[in-house]
């Protein structure tokens, strides 16, 4: 399989500087599209390429790019394009991978994709947390900077460009992009209501565009070597390739670069090498802690948007969190809704409330203090929380996936909890 | 009237006064920086209390009132800020802060065991400072390190497969007498981090 992302990040990765990037291909789009392109080439380019975003939702790149206002029709100022290095979803390690052992590659879809949009600054906002790639960005971007790529008139093409990198101070809800954009300006990041969209007033209220690291690093391939040769990458419906992972109990766990559309059963078993010895596989989150449980019935399905979709769940960062048969499915959901209910901004109540109720709900059950009611309580709130709309951002929804899916596929479990009055993983020593 | 008027500038005035002297010049030329890509002084709160914290440990009220005295908003309106974040620190903590992740993919890995482990060998729990103000505890959401869970992280560094062997040789054993712990401390774990950290995320990915 031809790899893209991590073709410079082998089994024993160094860090990339910019000879060894440069020496691999790297800039070449960049230098193709400051030479003979223009921003509207460039954008029919990634649209063409069917390239969807690589944070969780798979909204099309190039149909978010095309709603900013271009030229003349966007009222003069900045434009900002701002790369989402806020990794946190509960399970998911990618972006951290491509950080820090390919940082230019990251720089470079981000200069093309601000030259797309015709953005002049920049930002990583990036986890303050991630230290290792904070300062392996710095020192790429110092080197962007001396080479010309970055600053005024990059390569002689008259665009110019500053890349800032802001280290966040925290908190889930970064991630979410008009709460991030409320951070970078220096306040609570409380997710705003939309519209306007960020594409046309977002940060300062101006024009901003927010991707993902995997989605900005696909971005100098694609242009550099066209969207036909992207789409070609996959093996289902959609385009590329993309950064998968499992981690749990399995024998390997770890990330690793697939086509899009390759069968979950193939990463679980090839891969990550099937479960630890003894333990058996009762359940799986395909991508990270605010999607829905699939079963090993669902290891065939492609590793797609629509398919995963289809199957009652969300492809979402593609790094799955694995559930054996020996870890208490009650626990998990409860563990995964407290981590919820802690990072809720607070503003709207059925999120603020909703999901300590909901926490406190699953701890009963857990402890062996749940009734039978607890499930119509649970049923309820997953009607009134889950449904959008109701809340002020997806936070809320997205946490009640693992329970909704948690309670029709291990029904028996929570069942067991209440009529035992304990839990019963926790009697035969297990978590 | 007028006499009380002048009485409260001047108080006004001292306040004030004491409020700038609260900032060294150094961490003012560091917040400026910040300022020279912001439309308006109050967008680099966020920058403005991690710098001020990088120096100080934690944000205290005095600190607070300053940067926001800098900044030009009201202190209210920056404890909002401050209180929102999990990595700012509006009380004391030790010289290194622990943030033992206890999201997902560690607890199913036995993170719960692990903090019980450390909780028990420093005496701390969840927001403690130990007694030698040496570390505090704090649970963290995801670190982004699932493949290798549990992981913690201790100051700068991150630990990858926390087990028994690594809570021995990051905290050391509690039995040993406090000078030889504080030399092995303090030799070598300063500026080390960046390697630390290399060499266990090198280790970590594949």
């Not at chain 1, 559930?323 to 626990?331: F, S």
């Not at chain 1, 109701?390 to 946490?399: E, Q, R, V």
Request: overall charge negative; hydrophobic content about 35%.
């Amino acid at each position: 399989m031809e790899k893209v992302l991590t073709r410079n990040i082998g089994e024993n990765p160094v860090p990339t500087n910019m000879a060894a990037y440069e020496a691999n291909g790297g800039y070449q789009g960049l230098k193709k599209a400051m030479d003979s392109m223009s921003n509207s080439d460039c954008l029919q380019v990634i649209s063409d390429s069917n390239l969807r975003g690589r944070g969780g939702a798979g909204f099309p790149t190039g149909m978010k790019w095309s709603c900013v206002p271009m030229g003349e029709k966007c009222t003069p100022g900045h434009k900002y394009l701002i790369c989402n290095a806020d990794e946190m979803e509960p399970g998911t390690f990618k972006d951290r991978l491509l950080m820090e052992y390919d940082p230019h590659q990251l720089i470079d879809g981000m200069i093309l994709s601000a030259f797309t949009i015709d953005a002049d600054i920049a930002y990583v906002f990036i986890r303050g947390e991630y230290i290792v790639a904070i300062e392996r960005l710095r020192s790429a971007i110092k080197e962007c900077y001396e080479k010309g790529y970055l600053g005024d008139n990059i390569l002689g093409s008259g665009y110019k460009l500053d890349l800032y990198v802001h280290p966040s101070a925290g908190r889930y809800i970064c991630g979410e992009e008009t709460a991030l954009i409320n951070a970078l300006e220096g306040k609570r990041a409380i997710p705003r209501a939309k519209p306007p969209f960020p594409q046309v007033s977002g940060l300062w209220g101006r024009p901003t565009i927010v991707n993902n690291v995997e989605t900005l690093c696909n971005i100098p391939h694609i242009i550099d070597k066209g969207a036909k040769w992207f789409m070609s990458l996959g093996r289902g419906e959609d385009a590329g390739t993309k950064m998968f992972g499992a981690s749990g109990k399995v024998k390997n766990p770890g990330c690793w670069e697939l086509p899009m559309g390759t069968p979950i059963r193939e990463i679980f078993e090839d891969y990550a090498g099937g479960m630890q010895d003894g333990l058996e596989l009762k359940g799986f989150l395909p991508g990270g802690g605010s999607t829905d449980f699939l079963l090993p019935e669902h290891l065939d399905l492609a590793m797609d948007y629509n398919v995963i979709g289809k199957a009652g769940s969300r492809m979402g960062t593609g790094t799955m969190i694995i559930l054996d048969d020996q870890t208490c499915p009650v626990g998990m959901t409860l563990n995964l809704i407290k981590f919820f209910a802690h990072e809720s901004c607070g503003f709207c109540t059925p999120c603020r409330e909703g999901l300590p109720w909901t926490r406190q709900v699953l701890e009963d059950i857990e402890s062996g203090k749940g009734v039978k009611e607890d499930l119509e309580t649970l049923a309820y709130q997953i009607g009134y929380i889950g449904a959008m709309g109701n809340t002020h951002c997806a936070l809320a929804p997205g946490a009640m996936e693992p329970l909704q899916s948690a309670l029709k596929y291990f029904r028996d479990d929570f069942d067991r909890h209440i009529s035992g009055g304990c839990c019963p993983y926790h009697q035969s020593g297990s978590a | 009237m007028t006499e009380l008027r002048e009485k409260n500038v001047v108080r006004a005035n001292i306040i004030q006064s004491d409020i700038t002297s609260h900032l060294t010049a150094e961490e003012i030329q560091e917040i400026d920086t910040e300022l020279s890509h912001v439309p308006y002084k109050s967008g680099a709160a966020i920058d403005a209390l991690k710098i001020v914290q990088s120096k100080r440990g934690w944000i205290s009220d005095e600190s607070l009132r300053a940067i926001a005295h800098h900044l030009e908003m009201s202190a209210e309106d920056l404890e909002g800020v401050a209180t929102f974040y999990n990595l700012i620190y509006r009380q004391p903590v030790g010289e290194k802060v622990i943030l033992l992740c206890d999201s997902v993919s560690c607890w199913i890995c036995g993170a719960d065991t692990i903090k019980e482990k450390i909780s028990a060998k420093l005496g701390i729990d969840y927001g403690e400072t130990t007694h030698d103000n040496r570390y505090t505890l704090i649970p963290v959401p995801c670190l982004g390190a699932c493949d290798r869970a549990p992981v913690m992280m201790v100051g700068d560094d991150l630990h990858r497969n926390i087990d028994d062997k690594i809570i021995d040789s990051v905290f050391g054993d509690l039995n040993e007498d406090n000078d030889s712990n504080e030399s092995r401390l303090n030799s070598g774990v300063k500026n080390s981090s960046v390697k630390n950290s290399n060499s266990n995320s090198e280790e970590g990915q594949s």
